[in-house]
Each structure stands twice: as C-alpha cells, then as structure tokens.
C-alpha cells in the first residue's frame, strides 16, 4: 500500500516556499520507489536534529568561556593583596575566629596582629584593639622578630584594662625563650591623646564587644591661621611669626578609625562621631544574611550586616572597609552582600577580602 504525499511531508511553514520551487528538481533526481513507499517520501528535507546539535555545540563553547572568565576572575580576587583607598593602602588579612591584622604602611602601624604575619613586622605602631587571640595571638612574635631584624623596640597600645596581664604575658615568654622582648607598652584609654609623630596623633573610641575593647581614630594635625589674623596682608603676619606671636591653631582631622570587633552600638554612640566621619573607617560586618540574624551577632558581641544599612545615616566616611566576616562566606557571597549595602550608604564600600576562598575554585 502506498503512503500519499499528504501523509509523508510534514506541514511545517518554514520550508513550504522552499518546496515549492524544488519540487520539479527533486522529482527528477529521486531514486524508484521500494517497499511499497512512494516516490515522494524520498524528497530530503533538512534534518532538525543538525541544527540543535550545532547550535548546543555553539551554547557549551559560550559556556566554557563563561567558566574560565569566572574562573580568572576568582583567582585575581584569591590573589589580590589590600586595598587602596583616599591614598591610603590597607592591608592584610581579617577572618572571624581565625586572625585580624589590617596594616596601613604610610602611617607605619598595624591594628590588631592575629598571627603576626610578616608585612606587620615592619609596622612601628600596633594598636590592640582586645584580648581574643585571634587579635592578639601574634604579640610575643611581632616583637621578638623586630629584635631579630634589629629594628627599633615598636609601641604597642592597648586598653588600660589588660596591660598588666599583657605584661605578665610578655614575661613568660622572655622565661620560656631566654630573648629580650623589648616593647614600649602604652595603655591608652578613651579620652586621652598620643602623638604619634609632629602631624599625627592618636586617640581611642569605645567599642562594644563581650570582652574590653576599644577601637583607634588616626588624625592627621594641620594648622590653622586663628581667626583674628585671617583679614592681615601676609607681610603683616610674617612680622607677627616673626616675633614669636602663635598666629595659627592646631586642628585634628580624621583620617583612619579601626574599630576591631564591635556590636552595632558603636554607631548610636556620641562618642563616636569622630570615627564616623573620618576619611577611611575600617570596622566589621562578621554575619551576613540570615542564617546568622541581628540578634545571634549582638548576643557574640559583633555587627550584621543589616544593621550596618540601618544605621547608614550616621555613616559619613568617604570609604567603608568591611573586616572580620565569617569564615563560612565565600568571596563572591561576601560581595553580594556588599551589593545591597551600597545603595543606602553615601560612603563608598569595600571588603577586605584576603584569605577567602572562592566558588569558583
């Protein structure tokens, strides 16, 4: 029995122009009929299964060049070291649990010093923010490397609450290893001001963690003509300088605050605002989303994230360097939830991400 054409050729619009004008051609080349079929059911219509497989060729090429971009881009960010912002380099590594040191070589001091890494070695200032180890671990072999090295005894600070058992800490070890550990141990308390060299100059901000703390604001020391001069010709105020008259004042001027790990009181603090509206804060976000909430962070002492964006209002840094998130988020998880923040912060931010691992690897 014989299958008619109707039957054979499928409906499908897209090639009816085409059949149409090959018809005659392709009656004259077709082969004779076998088994019954007509001679219809040997025209050659183009196969579908082609033109998917070339194109799921074409797709997985894309894809593959998506992964390896991705790829690429998760290795730099695996690699990248420190930041630069408002012309200062901030560096170093600050993982929840594991270690805290962040470093700014132009104001040769590091915050905190985890487990010593090397680049904090050369650092003349370390500033100690509270006990944890992840934060303080590292003193005995920060100090005892200068010695090695031969560089000068460096200063440390630290709240007033723990320097005598800094101290009684400093003295094991000298015991134990038979090595000088020499150290100029400052305790510095809320309110009180150290110059750091003629045109800087450091004070301490109260923190909220489970145990004492304190962060640091760096300022830098201008002077200012006082008010009184300000309408002098400049001859004028030559003679008056000359003769010994103090014709400026000094005025300090936020540039750097670290505040360590800290609940989100530390922004509704008054005490505060100078570390709120210095160039750079450097502070922590350690939980992220909600499998950790607002209420698990304050109860451990630390910042979410969402309490960051509701207190953006008193945030008026020019840069916002996130610290200390959980050693459970990725790098990419980290910077997604940067991307929320972003909108409802007039300060720029950024993560220090160093030491993270990647999705992507």
Same mark, same amino acid.
């Given at each position: 029995m014989q299958i008619s054409l109707a039957t054979t050729i499928p409906k499908v619009p897209s090639f009816s122009t085409f059949y149409h004008s090959t018809s005659h051609q392709a009656q004259n080349n077709v082969q004779k009929p076998s088994?019954?079929?007509?001679a219809q059911t040997r025209i050659s219509l183009?196969?579908?299964?082609? #033109?998917k497989s070339s194109s799921t060729g074409f797709l997985s090429a894309i894809e593959r060049a998506i992964e390896e971009e991705e790829y690429r881009k998760a290795r730099a960010e695996v690699n990248r070291k420190g930041l630069n912002v408002e012309g200062y380099s901030i560096e170093g590594q600050s993982i929840g649990g594991h270690e805290t040191c962040v470093i700014v070589p132009q104001l040769k001091a590091a915050f905190d010093i985890g487990r010593c890494p090397s680049r904090a070695v050369h650092q003349n200032f370390l500033f100690i923010t509270h006990a944890h180890l992840d934060h303080i671990g590292g003193l005995p072999m920060y100090i005892a490397t200068r010695g090695l090295y031969g560089l000068k005894p460096p200063t440390v600070f630290v709240p007033p609450s723990i320097k005598e058992d800094v101290e009684k800490l400093l003295d094991v070890h000298r015991s134990m290893s038979q090595v000088e550990l020499n150290v100029d141990l400052v305790a510095l308390d809320v309110g009180e001001t150290y110059e750091m060299r003629n045109d800087l100059v450091v004070r301490p901000v109260r923190t909220h963690h489970v145990i004492p703390s304190q962060g640091y604001v760096i300022y830098s020391v201008r002077k200012k003509l006082k008010k009184q001069y300000i309408h002098l010709e400049g001859k004028k105020i030559e003679k008056l300088k000359k003769s010994g008259v103090q014709i400026t004042d000094s005025v300090l001027c936020p540039e750097v605050a670290f505040t360590g790990d800290t609940a989100s009181d530390f922004y509704l603090d008054p005490r505060s605002a100078d570390a709120l509206r210095a160039k750079i804060l450097i502070t922590e976000a350690t939980f992220l989303d909600d499998n950790c909430n607002v209420e698990h962070a304050r109860e451990h002492g630390h910042t979410h994230l969402y309490e960051i964006m509701e207190h953006?209002?008193?945030i008026r840094n020019k840069t916002l #360097?996130?610290?200390?998130?959980s050693p459970r988020y990725t790098i990419e998880e980290i910077r997604q939830g940067i991307s929320k923040l972003q909108p409802q912060i007039s300060a720029k931010v950024v993560a220090l991400t160093e030491g993270f691992k990647s999705m992507h690897l």
């Open positions: 088994h019954g079929l007509s183009p196969a579908p299964c082609a #033109v953006a209002k008193w #360097v996130l610290t200390h998130f």
